[in-house]
């Protein structure tokens, strides 16, 4: 689990490897992450966007940005929390993923980034 915490909000992560996936005659090695987030600031704020990047051992990256996070732009007050799971797939067993929510204060319209911290994908194997 890592966590990082910006401007009052704290973003924890957590993942789990679940096997490999064959897509187009390739194998994959799938990830789920589960993210928190928690507002511990004294603004009520928005999730607007998201910004990730995903690196793989095979010097690959992919980047994915967009509007809110699994089809939600979730508003937090205070003291809220709000939690999602998505997941990747990599080429190698090996990689990792940070970046970054837009969050916006819900009186003062202002925009401000997250930060998401890196977090490591690994099979079993390779983290025994």
């Known amino acids: 689990m890592v966590e990082q915490i910006t ?9 789990k490897y679940n096997g490999t996936s064959y897509r187009n005659n ?3 090695y799938v990830f789920a992450y589960f993210i928190t987030i928690e507002n511990n600031s004294e603004q009520t704020v928005k999730l607007t966007d998201r910004f990730w990047q995903i690196f793989d051992s095979l010097n690959k ?3 994915v940005e967009g509007e809110g996070v699994v089809g939600q732009t979730p508003i ?3 003291n809220d929390t709000y939690s999602y799971s998505s997941g990747c797939f990599l080429e190698s067993n090996i990689g990792s993923m940070k970046g970054f929510y837009t969050m916006q204060n819900t009186k003062t319209l202002e925009h401000f980034k997250v930060t998401i911290p890196t977090f490591q994908l690994l099979t079993p194997i390779v983290s025994n």
């Open 7 to 15: 401007k009052g909000i704290k973003i924890i992560v957590e993942t």
């Open 26 to 28: 390739r194998l994959y």
């Open 76 to 78: 937090l007050k205070p």
């Open 61 to 63: 990256t992919e980047i």
